[in-house]
């Protein structure tokens, strides 16, 4: 993660931006976090953070999470062999 001051950020907005579509930047001032720039490269990037960011999408992984430690979810390498075996049978 990137750093730098608020100062900084305002003199070259455009750049700091650009560099925000790699990697998070931490904003500062006077030495202390005070904000996060986050850039996305294309509406997906942005629908990913819009995604795990919304708390109903957040309790849906937590109940998913519970229901497969009780037995009631479906493995990902039996989702995957399912679908190998119909790739076959065709």
């Known amino acids: 993660m990137r750093t730098v ?3 900084d950020l305002q003199r070259d907005v455009v750049h700091y931006l650009e560099l925000a579509e790699e990697e998070d930047i ?3 001032e006077n030495g202390k976090p005070v904000g996060l720039l986050r850039g996305f490269a294309d509406e997906d990037d942005l ?3 819009q995604l795990e960011s919304d708390p109903r999408f957040l309790e849906r992984v937590k109940r998913a999470r519970a229901q497969f430690r009780e037995g009631q979810g479906i ?3 039996d989702v995957k062999s399912e ?3 119909l790739e076959n049978e065709r």
């Open 75 to 77: 493995r990902l390498e």
């Open 83 to 85: 679908l190998f075996r």
């Open 5 to 7: 001051t608020v100062a």
């Open 26 to 28: 931490l904003i500062l």
């Open 47 to 49: 629908f990913d953070y």
